[in-house]
């Protein structure tokens, strides 16, 4: 243990500081203040990091750190050789360059060999296919040219190169009938579809104008106890009581009217109604509600 090493030390031990304690105040590892303790400045990373440590011991044990480093020069003249970390860490450098370096010129010629082989996979099938397409060719025209050159046994003549020819050779006038234009069928009319649009509200009546068909189909379903008075509009505008009757919930009812007709509706929101197929919005609230459906025949 060297004399700076035994000062520290005694310093320490008469203040009741424990290297644990010591190492939490300063952030100097254990084994470090206890190589400063045995002047063991070597297992320290470097000159500068044993100036550092001694500095901070000093202050932490109440000792004055200049006085301490200047017992430590006096005892250390020369400096202990700091580690070649730099050396170190500039040579790992240079070697993690070199290996990316060549993992990016194995990545580029692992792709550009890629690109290749598809390129010529690519070559190769449509070289096979352009190859094949006359062979395949080949027999069809073969066996037409046997079919041409065919003759009858009985004439030995080429019966089948020469149109209309008969067995004894003779050719038959070609056919020189107007052939029959097919008629065109007339395409039928498809009747309008209808429609069920809303025209205008006046007097508290919904007025309503169906297009497209000759009766008005009312389909009703009740979702709630109410009362329903439904009435014919002749042309001349006079009305025809057809049903007045109170409804529960569930039911349902239908009419067919060959003119207009007008609903009398008690409560709106128990009442799902359905002209012609279209459904026409009554209310969403327990209140009164007369809906007029005007029939307008084409």
Partial sequence: MSDLGFILRKTRLEKKISLEDLQEVTKIRKR??????????????????VRAFIKSYAEAVG??????????????????????????IRKNRTSVRNTEKLSRWASSVMFICFILLIFGIVYY??????????????PSQTQ?????????????TNANSI????SDGKVAPLSTATPIPTPIPTPTPTPPAVQVKFSSTEKGVDNYTIIGTANLDIQMKITGPCWIGVDTISEGGGKKTLSQKLYNSGDTEAFNVAGS???NVGAASALELTVNGTVVPVGDTPNPKRVQLNLQKS
């Fill in 163 to 166: 149109p209309n020819a008969s």
């Fill in 125 to 138: 099938y449509t070289y096979k296919n352009y190859k094949g397409t006359p062979a395949d060719e080949k």
């Fill in 63 to 88: 000792l004055d750190p200049t006085e301490v480093l200047n017992m430590y020069q006096s005892t250390n003249p020369s400096p202990v050789v700091e580690k070649p970390v730099v050396e170190n």
């Fill in 32 to 49: 470090y203040l206890e190589a400063i303790e045995e002047g063991n400045y070597k297992v320290l990373p470097g000159s500068f990091y």
């Fill in 144 to 156: 037409s040219s046997r079919i041409t050159t065919s003759t009858s046994p009985a004439t030995g």
């Fill in 261 to 263: 007709a007008y609903l």
